[in-house]
């Protein structure tokens, strides 16, 4: 719902859907998995105060609230501005996409009056929620959809394989909880992690940085294993000019098991 560092926004389709009614992010941060499948009961927990003072304060606004919030452009700060501790809060995340802590200076690639709108549009989603202050240590285990998405163990500065209150995070630890959870859980990593045996999911580009995303499932869900979706060819409609002659050559239509007849063939 808001930029977060190591948000799955643009991963969170790859993953697998949940096995069970209930969902839990122990990792929350901006919680991508779970606003998915927010219809489920969902439970997100973050030791960082300050990402689970945002979400109460998300659960609680009205979308009046949101559109309320001032559209800070490039280079304003927060501080110009009369805000509640929430509204700061969250305002700090949209005016710096993608950062660790919340700012105060609108960086250029923020765009918060879009963020608002969305953000808005979305309130409903997490009105069920439950959202607690916590260590994924202390959530009791029990059947559920796990998605596990802890600081990564070899990735970003020195400092960021910590949790939020300052405490090293013990991987192989965390490994074996993983994989005591009951019900489904999909843990999420790099490739370089070597705390569970990981897969590649997808590689990764940043302004510094260059990773891939990996996966680890107790149900032996694998990346490897999922198909690959084809488009699906259907006969097109009268004046769907935009989606003829898509497939002009034999080798392009033998993909999907069609002669050459192009001008016969449109994308569903």
Known sequence: MFSYYGSKSKLVDLYPAP???KVIEPFAGSARYALKYFDRDVLIVDAYEVVVKIWHYLQQASEADILGLPNLTYKQTTDDYNLSEGERL??????????????????????????????ARDLYKIRHWKIELGTYENIPNQSATWFIDPPYQN????????????????????GEW???????AIVCEVTTADWLPFEPL???HGQK????????????????KVPLRLPTLREPDKGDSAALNLLSTPEQLSLFGHEQTPALCGLR
């Open 209 to 224: 940085l260059t990773s891939t995303e990996a996966v680890w499932c107790n149900d032996g869900w694998s990346p490897s």
């Open 155 to 174: 990735v970003g500065k020195a400092g960021y394989n910590v949790n939020e209150r300052g405490k090293a995070i013990d991987f192989p630890a965390l």
């Open 90 to 119: 969250l305002l700090g995340f949209l005016v710096a996409r993608g950062s660790r802590r919340p700012a105060k200076v609108v960086q250029k690639f923020s765009s918060v009056e879009q963020d608002k709108k969305r953000i």
């Open 178 to 184: 993983c994989k005591q959870r009951q019900g489904q």
């Open 202 to 204: 997808k590689e990764q």
């Open 19 to 21: 096995k069970h009614s």
